[in-house]
């Protein structure tokens, strides 16, 4: 069997092909900017999560550091378990605050984590104690129009 | 009574006919799986079918995968900058040809460029009885004519697709960034924000993989089992450009459904 001019056409084809999917892979996507590969889990009781996805990023100071995994909705309590997987290499206070965030005024949802100050950390199926609600607009507003209400007739 | 009688008897025969000929389709995926140990010994058989449906389709897939780039480019920025983010015109162009665009759309042309090559083909070996023949000459047309072909366009197919994303992605940078003047920064940082490597990327590979499955699994067989004339043939080529497409589209709901299913 020898070498044909046909070979180097295919060879051509497939270098191109796995170019391409090479520049898909570094220019155009990232790879998960979190390995949560190993990962731990922590829950947070919210009264209201706002829009709130599976998949949303968990950020710190702005830098991501997990994802949301799962919303469920507590009959219990009435409220939302966010459950998120946070990289093992992250590792928080256990009184640390989590709220939802909006980024920019109409941009996506994401939880925030403002670190407390305790000395153990969070393990594995922690709770999170201190949760902060999404703002719902239509609320605030609310809230709003009844201050100005309420400052008009004083 | 007649008449309705003999109506009710063709919808019988083509429910039973449809029946028979996807179990023969099983069977002869069955076959082609079975036997490609052997015709895998002698690569430059399926090497030569990566030439005919690969690199022949490179044209047709670099071409419109420019294309519907810069439609892509054009349509997408004239809605968005009424929202005022013409700057997502990145995350716009680049999340739709992942996920969609570039599997289906070269799927398609795949579909019409090379599988229905391939049923020509197959078919014509069929007409002149070469696959008989190969039978005689102890030579099993399976292992020699069907696998390779499939092989071939099993691997060309994801290729194809990934060249075609990528182009799609040049066209809308060409239409967005040179000629509309998004700002390029915020073109590609947001694409990258916004496109996540297992999530889009992997699916529409593994989207594009299942498609090039169907697509050559349709065409060699529909050669294979085509009425060896020339009006069977014809019908043939019809058959494998409407059914992959069929294929393609409702496979892609399917995968979409797993994949992506909406979050929460």
């Known amino acids: ?154 | 009574m007649n008449v309705w009688l003999s109506a009710f008897r063709r919808v019988g025969n083509m429910v039973t006919e449809g029946v028979w000929r996807l179990g023969f389709a099983t069977r002869f995926l069955g076959l082609i799986l079975l036997y490609s140990g052997q015709s895998l010994r002698r690569v430059h058989l399926t090497i030569r079918e990566i030439y005919f449906s690969g690199v022949l389709s490179l044209l047709i897939i670099v071409v419109s995968g420019l294309f519907v780039g810069l439609v892509l480019g054009l349509q997408g920025y004239e809605t968005l900058q009424r929202f005022g983010s013409g700057d997502a015109l990145g995350v716009l162009v680049a999340l739709s040809l992942t996920r969609e665009l570039g599997p289906v759309v070269a799927g398609l042309l795949f579909a019409s460029r090379a599988g229905s090559a391939v049923t020509a083909e197959v078919g014509l070996m069929k007409t002149t009885e070469q696959l008989k023949a190969m039978d005689m000459m102890a030579v099993n047309p399976i292992a020699r004519v069907a696998a390779p072909r499939f092989w071939g366009g099993v691997i060309a197919m994801p290729l194809l697709a990934a060249i075609f994303t990528a182009m799609g992605i040049f066209g809308g940078w060409l239409i967005g960034v040179v000629v509309i003047g998004v700002d390029a920064g915020a073109f590609w940082s947001q694409m990258q924000a916004a496109v996540d490597f297992r999530y889009d990327i992997l699916n529409g590979v593994i989207k594009s993989v299942v498609f090039g499955v169907a697509v050559s699994l349709i065409a060699v067989f529909e050669g294979y089992d085509c009425h060896p004339t020339a009006e069977g043939i014809s019908r043939a080529i019809t058959r494998t450009v409407v059914s992959s497409a069929l294929a393609i589209l409702a496979l892609d709901f399917v995968l979409t459904s797993f994949m992506f299913r909406g979050t929460s």
């Open chain 1, 1 to 154: 069997m020898s070498r044909t001019t046909l070979d180097i056409w295919v060879g051509i084809f497939v270098l191109v092909g796995i170019g391409a999917l090479f520049f898909l892979a570094l220019r155009v996507g990232n790879v998960s900017s979190v390995d949560l590969t190993d990962a731990y889990t922590v829950r947070g009781q919210f009264d209201n999560i706002g829009g709130l996805k599976v998949r949303a990023p968990v950020k710190s100071a702005g830098v991501v550091v997990g994802r949301v995994n799962d919303i469920r909705f507590d009959t219990n309590s009435y409220r939302a378990v966010v459950e998120m997987s946070i990289a093992r290499e992250f590792e928080f206070p256990r009184d640390t605050i989590a709220s939802i965030l909006t980024s920019g005024l109409l941009g996506e949802q994401y939880i925030g984590l403002d670190p407390g100050g305790d000395v153990e950390n969070l393990q594995n199926g922690d709770m999170l104690q201190i949760t902060q609600s999404a703002i719902v607009l239509e609320k605030l507003i609310g809230q709003f129009l009844f201050d100005r209400a309420a400052a008009d007739k004083d």
